[in-house]
């Protein structure tokens, strides 16, 4: 057993974030029958986002949500609160995919973070939003290399617009580690906050544009019924003329959809509020995101009231894609993640951990949102965030809308938008496929990058894994 894991000794294995006093009381759940205009399925980001567009397009707009347990209770209030501007599950991901595009999806993408800045404001969330950028870090000689080309490249093509690359003594300038080589920071292109602030903030104006929000509400199925749809509940139902579906992980109640997606679980720690003294020795005076490099990353940035989140590394997928509460909790984990936060961090020594925790991410196999249609064009669905849906999940709501309008518009037109990715094969080729390229990821953090065969050819088909 590491030393390190001493300093895990007094965890509570809760989501820091959910673990608030002003966690707001859940709305009733739903009994008897409701009629709208449109149904959102889902509490989550991706839900409150869609109904929240939705009023404000169209102020008179019947708008009902449904939320199997808590609103945000799920990865809305579990994720590490990047809220980055791509589209596409990063720059690099998306040039692979949409070269063709990318200079449109930076600025869509560029577009939709102001737009949640300015929703921030109009609506007063309270949720400690912060537009300090992010640092990809490199750790390793070959990866402060790759880093250098991979500037060279967004300069060559146009893209390098707020972003900075940093050698080893500036990358350190801004937050010391003796692990650091170099960084790029991305200035403008990510804002901190507080996930679970966010999503009861958005439940909140919801609320109070007129939206009707029911809690422990789960929906059970999904039929056409007339001219509309109807969805049965536990202990009643709703009939509306348009439905949009933002459940991401949990089984989409369309269920061709299904096979799209996988559950990721990641895991992460909180530490204890750092003093004066601590902040110093680390700096981290402009309050960025940072992440590393390698193929098994960590994620890491500052609470408002100066803790360290410390998150990624180990990403599990259960045999059989189940998703399941016991799945939330990975002591093994959090030892690996100790031991890794102190090998970054040594001048922290001492330093506690209060909180560990875990939750599923929805995976697909390009790593970014996917969107369509069913019934008709009567019912919109947005999956597969990936992991960076904290921001993505807004312009994916809009897209729904524009699905359900029945409108080519900007977004309708994209590629990205127009074509899915390849669905994930049964088990237990999921499973020997996924644990294969996860060993191949570790392999190649362990040999300067060099990806064997499987991910070579994974790259060559636009297969992938993530978190």
Known sequence: ??????????????????????????EPALTGAETCDLLVV????????????????????????????EVGWAASGRNGGFCAASLTHGLSNGLTRWPNEIHQLQELGARNLDEIEKAVARHDLDC????????????ETYQARELRDWYEELQEKGLADGVDFLDAD???????????????????????????KLVWGLKRACLGLGVRIHENTPALDLKPYGAGMAVRTPYGSVRARQVALGT???????????AYTVPVYDYALMTEPLSDEQ?????????????DSANQFHYFRLSADNRILWGG????????????????????????????????????????FTHAWGGAIDTCSRFSAFYGTAHHGKVAYAAGYTGLGVGATRFGADVMLDLLAGKSTERTSLEMVRKKPLPFPPEPFAWTGIALTKWSLARADAHGGRRNLWLRTM???GLGFDS
């Open 459 to 461: 790259d060559k088909l």
């Open 1 to 26: 057993m590491s030393q390190w894991t001493k300093a895990l000794s007094e965890v509570r294995p809760v989501p820091y974030w959910l673990d608030d006093p002003g966690r707001p009381r859940p």
């Open 248 to 258: 991401n992980i949990f089984p989409s109640l369309v269920k061709r959809v299904r």
């Open 279 to 291: 902040i110093e020795a680390i700096g981290w005076k402009n309050r960025q995101g940072l992440g």
């Open 313 to 352: 590394y180990d990403a599990v997928y259960p045999y059989g894609g189940r998703v399941r509460a016991e799945y939330d909790d990975r002591p093994e984990t959090y030892a690996k993640l100790a031991e890794h936060f102190f090998t970054c961090f040594p001048q922290l020594e001492g330093v506690r």
């Open 170 to 196: 500036a990358v350190r300038e801004q937050v010391d580690s003796p692990t650091f080589e170099a960084g790029l920071w991305d200035r403008r292109g990510v804002a901190m906050l507080n996930p679970a």
């Open 128 to 139: 400690e939003f912060e537009r300090t950028g992010e640092i990809d870090v490199a750790t």
């Open 42 to 69: 889902g509490g989550g980001y991706s839900g409150l986002w869609t109904a929240l567009n939705a009023k404000e397009r169209d102020p008179q707009r019947d708008v009902v949500l449904l939320e199997g347990r």
